[in-house]
């Protein structure tokens, strides 16, 4: 089968769909419950309060430095799961695949799922295929649902800022996004951008496990820091200020961000997360992110306000102060 | 927005996203879990035994008699769901849009979505949506993901079917795979066939209360019930025979069949059940299924055997018997 490409029938529900399934999708995802090859996983809770979260995956290129779009898939179902507080138990995978895709590079996106899964404990419990003509879809699309379950005592919300609260980031920022850009447009660099794509659940443990102050957590994805940061300030109805001159960026990624026009506080991350926390707990969770190899380059950022409500505001490094907006046109398609 | 195309940046995270979510979205899906808008939803489960099923739905064309891809999609999840004896309580939505729907495509859908989660009590809870460039898709993928709860008591599956259990099916088939068929193709006929697409809880929790002798029990969706039934006889080890003259087919169906070079047996069923059950609790179920609106047509259509194991055998009526296999090659693409 590793020579042939994929054809109409592998999504026709039968006797190729059930090889591809036995062949490939059960050789690499091997665990009991998606074995039983039923309709639906069933499988007990270890607790009542349960997180669940959907994304799709479109990115193009589907393979990039630093990843591919199955660990991106992956990657991104847990990091969703574990900013709600929740431990990432099982997962879902559904594809869309266009005809015509080499067998081998959908075997090398689903080893590279399985990898990703087994690293960060999340089951793949069940699954789904579809295949598309021709132009009709482009390569591949990855649905990936999960399901975790939240500790005790755990409540994050944006509701639960309040004003003084501060504002960390894990790491620099925008390295997804311009990975994406200059890889799918060919822009050679002198030291390329790698993409931050990473499960960031060993993270979260470290800070959830070591601080009750944190407020809310959220991974900046598509839309970046501005866009989650604006998310916060609309959901609390409180002001956000950040300085501009302590977020972290890579010199490489504010050097192309430069050439290409972009801004890097709307790239998109994908293995970052922003933290509120109060101002007590703050160093305290600044020290355990950099303990672990995810979040050395962890800075606190901004802090909280009462007004203007609603806004994010950053300030330049003399002193001025604008509006950081939610992005409003397209800034970069299918990055994740 | 109405007269509206979807463009790149509704799909970009930024303010084009959170306005198609706040006045598309939210309008029709306006449960409280969903308002949160956070990542992932987050709720208590009645139960320890969760039900996990994914599906994407790539139905070409997406509006088709007696449904459309988003009531489908909410069909599917449904189903896929109770046929595992789960009570559907949560979902998610996530869209794969092409650049260039319109705007009142997707409303129409959405509101399809939102009637058909209301009337089975299924919440969508969380979701997410992604827009690719024209030709790179084919105007809307869906993914629904659905959780349930297993009531206590009930444990269905393919391996507790015996040798003398009887085969029912709730009602005609062949229903949606015709009306997909002759609507994408634009074959008139004199009685146009509508797809059977439909939320079966009601159906199966009626069989569920008035029987305990139920086995297993699937949806014969794509691959129709020719490929359910094939993987029962895979799974139990056993072989199930089938009387071809008691599979109900509707005389419209049997006709465009004959003329298209289809086995109704092959073709999918959006609003039907395939049931194994004990002899002495068949009778039970088959009146239980007839007193609802959606298993009027019930029908008991064959019985399992010892030998040949896994293997599906189909009696004509002249009392010959071939081997029913599995679909081997496209039957029709996007059905579902």
């Given at each position: 089968m590793r020579d042939e490409r994929i054809a109409l029938s592998h999504g026709s529900g039968g006797r190729l769909t059930h090889h591809l399934i036995e062949d490939m999708f059960l050789r690499f995802f091997d665990d009991p419950i998606l074995q039983e090859l039923n309709d639906q996983a069933i499988f007990r809770s270890p607790s009542s309060r349960i997180a669940f979260t959907t994304d799709s995956y479109v990115v193009?290129?589907?393979?990039?430095p630093g990843g591919d779009i199955g660990k991106l898939s992956v990657c991104g179902t847990v990091n969703d799961l574990v900013v709600g507080g929740a431990e990432p138990l099982y997962m879902s995978v559904s594809f869309i695949i266009e005809e015509g895709l080499p067998v081998t590079d959908l075997e090398r996106i689903v080893a590279s799922m399985a990898e990703t899964s087994r690293k960060t404990g999340i089951r793949i419990v069940t699954g789904d295929t579809k295949v598309v003509e021709r132009?009709?879809?482009?390569?591949i699309f990855i649905n990936t649902t999960g399901i975790g379950v939240v500790r005790d005592g755990i409540d994050l919300s944006p509701r639960h800022i309040k004003p003084g609260d501060v504002i960390i980031v894990s790491g620099t920022i925008g390295d997804h996004g311009i990975a994406i850009l200059t890889h799918r447009e060919g822009i050679g660099m002198e030291t390329p951008v790698e993409s931050?794509?990473?499960?960031?659940n060993g993270l979260v443990r470290d800070i959830l496990d070591g601080s009750d102050g944190i407020r809310a957590m959220r991974d900046?994805?598509?839309?970046?820091l501005a866009t989650v940061l604006n998310e916060f300030a609309h959901q609390c109805g409180l002001c956000i200020l950040v300085k501009e001159e302590d977020v972290p960026v890579r010199d490489e990624v504010r050097g192309a961000c430069e050439i290409l026009g972009f801004d890097p506080l709307y790239l998109a991350n994908e293995g970052k997360i922003v933290v509120v926390a109060s101002e007590d707990e703050a160093s305290g969770i600044l020290d355990a992110m950099r303990k672990n190899p995810l979040g050395?380059?962890?800075?606190?950022i901004g802090r909280v306000l009462?007004?203007?409500?609603?806004k994010v505001l950053i300030e330049t490094p003399v002193g001025n102060r604008r509006i950081l907006d939610m992005p409003s046109g397209e800034q970069l398609p299918r990055i994740c």
């Open positions: 193009n290129p589907i393979f990039f132009n009709k879809g482009d390569k931050d794509c990473a499960p960031l900046p994805t598509r839309g970046g050395r380059e962890a800075s606190i009462k007004e203007p409500e609603r």
